[in-house]
C-alpha cells in the first residue's frame, strides 16, 4: 500500500474539528504550540459560542493545527511507502508529516504567514470557487472580471481570487453559463493571486531563517503544494512556500505526482472532506477517507492497519 496524506485548507472550520484528537496524549504539543500563537486553547476556542473561526489568521492557525493534530495520531502507523501534500496552507503544515519542520515551527510560520497575506490584502478582498466548466472558461471569466485564477483544481474545477463584488458577479455568471456549482469561500483574503506579492517578498526572509530539519528514514515524500514536484532541497522548497501565496497553485498535479508515485489510499488530515471529494471524482470507488469520517481514534487506526494488511 502507498498512502497519500493530504492536508487541508482553509474554509471548512467548524465547532468539532479537533473532536477526533483533543483528548490524544500524542497531540497536546501541537495544541499547546497553537495557544501560544492564539492566546486561546484552540479546543476551548472552536467551540465557543460566537468565535469567529474564519479570520484569516486564526483560521490558518487552526487548519495547520488539525492536520498536525492528526499526523501526531497516525504517525506511527503509515506504512513504509507515503508521499504527503497539502493544499494552500495545507502545503506549509506538510513540512511536519515530512519530518522537515518541528510541529512548533509550523504552527509559528502559518501565523507569520497569515500576517503577511492581511497586511498585503486590501477590504473585501477572497476567493471564490467553480466547477463544471473547462479551465479555459473559467480563467477567462475571471479575467474579464478583473479576477485571477487562484488554484487550478481539476480540468473543470478552479478558485479564482480578487475583489468581493467582482467575485459574487463572478459567480452569478458562472452559474448562468451552466456550471455546476459557484460560489464565495469563507476566506477574506485573495490567496494565491499577485495582489499578495507583497507578502511572498515579505515570507522569503521569513522562510530563510527558518529552522528545516533532515527527513528521518520512512518520512513520507514531500510533494509542493505550488506546482506537485517532489521536495528535494530544502531551499527549493522553502521559495515555493513563499511563491505560492502569489502564484496559481496547481493541485490538479500535486494529485497526479500522488498517482504517480502509486497512491492506493488517501487520507485528508485537517478540518472537512474537500480534497476527499477531489480524489473520489478522479478516481471513484477507491480507498479514500477524511479523518473526520471516523467518530475514534481507533477506528481510524485500525483502517490504516486493515488497509496496510
Known amino acids: 500500500m502507498t498512502l497519500a496524506i493530504l492536508l487541508s485548507g482553509q474554509g471548512a472550520q467548524h465547532p468539532a474539528m479537533f473532536d477526533l484528537t483533543a483528548d490524544r496524549p500524542e497531540a497536546r504539543p501541537v495544541f499547546a504550540a497553537a495557544a501560544d500563537r492564539l492566546g486561546d486553547d484552540p479546543r476551548e476556542l ?22 498536525l493534530a492528526g499526523w501526531a495520531v497516525i504517525g506511527g502507523a503509515v506504512p513504509p511507502r507515503s508521499i504527503v501534500a497539502g493544499y494552500s496552507v495545507g502545503d506549509l503544515a506538510a513540512w511536519g508529516p515530512a519530518g522537515r519542520m518541528e510541529p512548533r515551527t509550523v504552527i509559528a510560520l502559518a501565523a507569520r504567514r497569515a500576517e503577511e497575506m492581511d497586511r498585503a490584502a486590501g477590504a473585501d478582498q477572497g476567493l471564490a470557487g467553480i466547477r463544471g466548466l473547462p479551465l479555459s472558461r473559467i480563467a477567462a471569466l475571471a479575467e474579464r472580471h478583473g479576477l485571477h485564477l487562484a488554484i487550478r483544481n481539476a480540468a473543470d474545477s478552479a ?18 453559463m451552466g456550471a455546476l456549482r459557484a460560489r464565495r469561500l469563507d476566506v477574506r483574503v485573495p490567496s494565491h493571486t499577485p495582489a499578495l506579492a507583497p507578502a511572498t517578498e515579505a515570507l522569503r526572509a521569513i522562510l530563510r531563517e527558518a529552522p528545516a530539519t533532515a527527513p528521518p528514514t520512512g518520512a513520507p515524500r514531500l510533494i ?19 511563491r505560492q501565496v502569489s502564484e496559481t497553485i496547481d493541485w490538479a ?8 508515485h502509486g497512491a492506493t489510499t488517501w487520507l485528508e488530515l485537517g478540518p472537512g472532506r474537500a ?4 480524489v473520489e471524482s478522479r478516481a471513484p470507488g477507491g480507498r479514500v477517507r477524511s479523518a473526520e469520517d471516523f467518530s475514534t481514534p481507533e477506528g481510524l487506526l485500525d483502517w490504516l492497519a486493515r488497509d496496510a494488511a
Request: aromatic residues 0%; glycine residues 14%.
Open 253 to 260: 498535479a500535486c494529485l497526479a505526482a500522488c498517482e504517480e
Open 46 to 67: 472552536v467551540r465557543r459560542p460566537g468565535a469567529d473561526l474564519h479570520g484569516n489568521r486564526t483560521g490558518q492557525i487552526l487548519c495547520v493545527t488539525a492536520a
Open 224 to 242: 509542493s503544494g505550488l506546482d506537485g514536484s517532489p521536495v528535494l532541497a530544502p531551499r527549493v522548497g522553502l521559495e515555493k512556500l513563499a
Open 275 to 278: 480534497l476527499v471529494r477531489m
Open 159 to 176: 478558485v479564482v481570487g480578487g475583489a468581493g463584488s467582482s467575485l459574487d458577479e463572478v459567480c452569478a455568471e458562472a452559474l448562468g
